[in-house]
């Protein structure tokens, strides 16, 4: 009967230790899949500090570019070294090395940190940078328009400059030729001149310096040649014949003069003209006509 009874509990037996070890399969293939989903979570985060480190190291090199500061310069490179070798160290390390995934993770943000803060550098100093440029170039143009009010006040003065002088021109009017015989009268035909009285008036000018004066007097004759020449003197950066000359003392009143032309040559019919000069400029003329 002891038989009989555990032939019939064996089946019972051996159905409770198949539900057992079903029920350990069970539990271990739920673990494997928590840890397969671990893995994935682990490979997916390593994947991402990848990428920031790549980034951190690429943003090193663009502040790079925009300091010129030196010791800054090998700062940042240290930084960017520093974020590449924690890069290719973060590459090399397994999916399963949660510790040292967890270990370069707080690196990384040691890194974001650090990175953080050369920004703000690099941002003040390029906001300082466009101040001083801005200064920079507002001073170049105050420069420029000092320049210009000089070279304005430079072309101001040279032209009031040349309006005193053109005012301080000495000015003749009234030139008169008058043909003399050997008597002293008026002469009607060239064979009877034995000289010619130039007449001239020299205008009243307060601008023009006072002193004494050179007056020249060019008598030209009908073919255009100097009659009786006595001597030079310079106009416009050349040196011309004059028939007679005579110093005087201008006071800036109105004064009249008498220039007398000796004559020791032949004198032919024609128009005979008289030059006056003084300071170096032509300031009158006149003309007459004779034996005609």
């Not at 205008?203 to 004066?213: L, P, Y």
Request: proline share 2%.
């Amino acid at each position: 009967m002891r038989i009989a009874t555990l032939t019939a509990l064996l089946p019972l037996v051996l159905l409770t230790s198949l539900a057992g070890c079903k029920g350990d399969a069970d539990k271990l293939a739920d673990k494997e899949k928590e840890l397969e989903e671990l893995r994935q979570l682990a490979e997916i985060d390593k994947r991402e500090m990848e990428h920031q480190y790549a980034e951190f190291a690429a943003q090193y090199d663009e502040m790079k570019l925009a300091v010129k500061d030196d010791s800054l310069v090998a700062r940042i490179e240290a930084e960017r070294q520093r974020a590449e070798a924690l890069l290719a160290e973060l590459r090399s390390v397994k999916s399963s090395s949660t510790a040292e995934i967890l270990r370069l993770k707080k690196e990384l943000a040691t890194v974001r940190e650090v990175l953080k803060d050369y920004i703000r550098q690099v941002d003040s100093l390029q906001q300082i940078n466009l101040a001083l440029t801005s200064e920079l170039g507002e001073a170049r143009a105050e420069a420029a328009r000092t320049r210009e009010e000089k070279t304005n006040i430079q072309h101001e003065k040279e032209a009031l400059s040349q309006k005193v002088a053109i005012a301080s021109q000495l000015n003749t009017t009234g030139v008169r030729i008058t043909p003399l015989k050997k008597n002293g009268k008026e002469a009607r035909r060239p064979k009877e001149i034995a000289s010619f009285a130039v007449s001239f008036t020299i205008s009243r000018n307060v601008t023009a310096e006072t002193g004494m004066r050179t007056a020249y007097v060019r008598l030209l004759k009908p073919n255009q040649r100097v009659c009786s020449a006595a001597g030079t003197f310079n106009y416009e950066n050349r040196s011309i014949e004059y028939s007679a000359s005579k110093k005087i003392e201008y006071t800036g009143q109105e004064q009249s003069l008498t220039l007398y032309v000796p004559v020791n040559e032949y004198l032919e019919n024609g128009q005979y003209g008289a030059y006056i000069f003084i300071d170096g400029q032509m300031t009158g003329s006149g003309s007459t006509t004779i034996g005609k």
